[in-house]
């Protein structure tokens, strides 16, 4: 919190003192998300080169600086971050890219992008004494939630949809939460959980609320910048959901060009599925958000009503990148064409952007001649489901050579 300068509206643009525990504005309300300021000229003179390279700590804690946790030994959580950044080669050339990164969320200890915000939750929830943490969610927000609050002996109340993989449901149950299954949509399970937090004063993990859990998202930018030696590639590509981390992946950039790291923010991608695609409709329509369908086995991203559009927005607008959908069968080749050919398996959502850079480049939005890096969000072991709709059936064979030589002919 020692850089920290003040909160302030997304929407109105009141500012808070930083020692406010507010969540959202005072006068818009809950539409009223709250950003996070930091006085970057002081940052200037502690967050450098020297700075990371001087610095022993590979997980997301090593940029503590530039988020909004007070400042104590974090050695006792798990350990999330500084995940890999894989460049392709192979499929680099298949696309006719100049050059590809692959950012592997899928290895954090939970396996996704989101136990970079749920960390925060937990060591939020910490610093005001709390010992229940809350929030909604489809799946991934909710196993990292468990996972991260188990760690450091807090308890969780999670309320998913129905329609929560089983991968998702069985980490949660595994981590010892208490799992509310809401029989309804995404939209009918976040407004249960937002009254249940208000009435028993739970913390609430829920990102679109709660400000600090962007500053968690962002340092996947950071270590992507870091990992690049500070030389950014031209896009970043990543799913988008509720709006949430994608508006931590700008942050993240921003942050970094403020303090003099990087020369540039990347162009950013946001990319939807066709079946659940409010934020694409918005941008192409020239009109405001409404609710959308929930139709995609994406499911990390099927949010009809984003609770963060302001930063969603945002980061597409400032950063001069676009919006793109693509669908469930596109989607389900990307897991194919990653896991094939570089290794990395990734659940539908999180190989989204993936499959969005392939639209993109149909399209002309991305030029051969550009450089990309794809967030790949969350690991596909988490929906084994639709993983075997992505490929084949295995052989099935009596044992016998002469019967093997035959079906390999």
Not at 69 to 93: A, C, I, M, Q
Not at 111 to 118: E, H, I
Not at 144 to 162: D, E, H, Q, Y
Not at 196 to 213: D, E, Q, V
Request: proline residues 3%; charged residues 25%; positive net charge.
């Amino acid at each position: 919190m020692k850089y920290v300068k003040n909160y302030e509206c997304t929407l109105c643009h009141k500012t808070f003192d930083k020692t406010s525990k507010l969540n959202t504005c005072d006068e818009c309300g809950e539409k009223g998300i709250l950003d996070i300021n930091y006085n970057y000229e002081a940052l200037k003179q502690v967050i450098n080169k020297e700075y990371f390279k001087a610095n022993p700590d590979y997980t997301m804690w090593r940029y503590k600086y530039l988020m909004s946790v007070k400042d104590r030994d974090f050695s006792n959580t798990l350990k999330v971050g500084w995940t890999p950044l894989y460049e392709s080669f192979h499929l680099k050339k298949d696309l006719g890219l100049k050059a590809l990164y692959l950012k592997d969320e899928g290895l954090n200890p939970t396996a996704s992008l989101k136990d970079r915000a749920s960390a925060v939750a937990v060591m939020k929830a910490i610093e005001e004494d709390a010992s229940v943490i809350s929030c909604s969610s489809t799946g991934n927000a909710a196993s990292s939630l468990a996972g991260n609050a188990a760690r450091m002996g807090l308890k969780t109340v999670i309320f998913v949809p129905k329609r929560a993989p089983l991968g998702k449901l069985s980490q949660l149950l595994i981590y010892g939460a208490k799992v509310i299954s809401v029989e309804g949509d995404y939209k009918d399970t976040f407004n249960l959980s937002k009254a249940a937090i208000n009435h028993f004063g739970w913390y609430n993990r829920n990102a679109a609320i709660n400000p600090h859990l962007v500053e968690g998202k962002k340092t996947v930018a950071l270590e992507i910048a870091e990992q690049l030696d500070f030389k950014v590639t031209d896009w970043v590509s990543v799913s988008v959901g509720d709006g949430c981390t994608i508006g931590g992946v700008y942050k993240g950039f921003y942050d970094l060009f403020m303090v003099g790291l990087i020369d540039r923010i990347p162009k950013i991608l946001g990319v939807q599925s066709d079946g659940c695609s409010p934020f694409y409709t918005a941008y192409t329509e020239g009109c405001p958000l409404v609710e959308a369908e929930e139709n995609t086995i994406a499911d990390s991203i099927a949010v009809g009503i984003p609770r963060n559009p302001v930063k969603a927005q945002k980061a597409v607008t400032k950063s001069k990148g676009t919006w793109i959908t693509v669908s469930d069968e596109q989607i389900l080749e990307a897991m194919k064409i990653l896991g094939s050919k570089e290794g990395i398996f990734g659940e539908p959502a999180g190989v989204a952007g993936f499959a969005g850079v392939i639209n993109a480049l149909q399209q002309g939005i991305i030029k051969h001649t550009d450089t990309v890096t794809v967030i790949v969000t969350g690991n596909g072991l988490k929906d084994t489901a639709n993983a075997l709709k992505a490929t084949q059936a295995p052989l099935s064979l009596k044992p016998d050579l002469q019967a093997l030589i035959k079906a390999l002919k």
